[in-house]
């Protein structure tokens, strides 16, 4: 199924905002590793991808909404790669942007409509589709589940190899989007209690993230609720932090995940929660291609 060995480097940058108030953030930027394939995506499906490969399969199906990040990021290297992938998406067919690229990737799709995507988690979902596709390997939304998170372990590496760029001898602490918590349970194992992991929780509890990560870790993380009120809802406030913070220091960001992240760190250091002289690293998770929905 490809070379699998590819490994994209993220540059860690320093990050220069006002409102830090002396709290260092480095950035770790995986909206940088790749063009098409961006983000904490591809590290959550290297390891499905090694099962797939083991398990002789010729390609991946798997599951998530018309501006899915997992999904661009799948159908990119199924591309890139040459392997096959099918996607089973949320709701009845309507165009995006993602939903375009995904096609002109070579996904073929599959919409469920949205009772027929609520049912992703019950025991038999998965029958049928392993029967109209036998040669596929299936990987859970997202990416996700315990070989999602063992893909992410690698990032901590990245960090501490470029720390000395930064003059930086340690860091204190992590903090990043939680969509799903699989990125943050990766960290979390890679760290093994060395610094604590702070999820800003970017969907609503009904997401079900606390849940995913409990699954995989115990210990050694925080999450705080950054969802704003919804999944995908982007109001004002936050589009115009987003649109701030980018004039103020290049970083572009998303309103979906990166940037109920930021605007909630900020919080977090306005209440008082690090004191001046902590360093953080803040995980730019990707997901830029899904600001394309928002432009309007």
């Given amino acids: ?44 499906l290297t390891g ?27 159908a990119a290297a199924g591309k890139r790669f040459g392997f096959a992938t ?5 709701g009845h067919p309507q165009d995006t942007p993602t939903v375009f690229d995904l096609q002109a990737f070579g996904m073929h ?34 990416g996700g589940a315990m070989t999602g998170a063992l893909g992410c372990g690698v990032l901590l590496e990245q960090v501490r190899t470029q720390l000395h760029t930064l003059g930086w001898a340690d860091y204190d602490a992590w903090w990043l989007a939680a969509g799903t918590g699989t990125t943050l349970a990766g960290l ?25 990560v409990q699954a995989i870790v ?10 704003r009120g919804g999944f995908a809802k982007a109001d004002q406030p936050l589009l115009e932090f987003i649109a701030t913070t980018e004039q ?24 008082g929660r690090f004191a001046p002289g902590t360093r953080l690293i803040f995980v730019h998770t990707g997901g830029l291609q899904g600001r394309r929905g928002f432009a309007d």
């Fill in 86 to 90: 099918v996607g089973l998406l949320r």
């Fill in 218 to 227: 115990q210990g050694g993380y925080e999450l705080l609720d950054a969802s």
């Fill in 1 to 44: 199924m490809g070379p699998f060995d590819w490994l994209p480097q993220a540059p860690l940058e320093p990050l220069q905002l006002d409102w830090l108030n002396g709290v260092e953030v480095a950035v770790l930027r995986l909206d940088r590793i790749d063009p098409l394939i961006s983000g904490n995506k591809w590290f959550k």
């Fill in 188 to 212: 979390v194992l890679a760290e093994a209690g060395g610094h604590p992991v702070f999820g800003a929780m970017a969907v609503p509890d009904d997401h079900g993230v606390a849940q995913n």
């Fill in 48 to 74: 499905h991808l090694a099962q797939a490969q083991q398990a002789g399969a010729s390609g991946i199906i798997s599951l998530g909404g018309a501006y899915s990040n997992h999904l661009h990021a799948l």
């Fill in 109 to 142: 799709l599959h919409w469920l409509g949205y009772g027929g995507y609520r049912a992703r988690h019950e025991p038999g979902f998965w029958l049928p589709w392993r029967e109209r596709y036998p040669h596929l390997h299936p990987v859970p939304e997202g």
């Fill in 248 to 271: 103020a220091c290049g970083l572009a960001l998303e309103p979906l995940y990166t940037g109920k992240a930021l605007l909630a760190l900020k919080q977090q250091i306005e209440a």
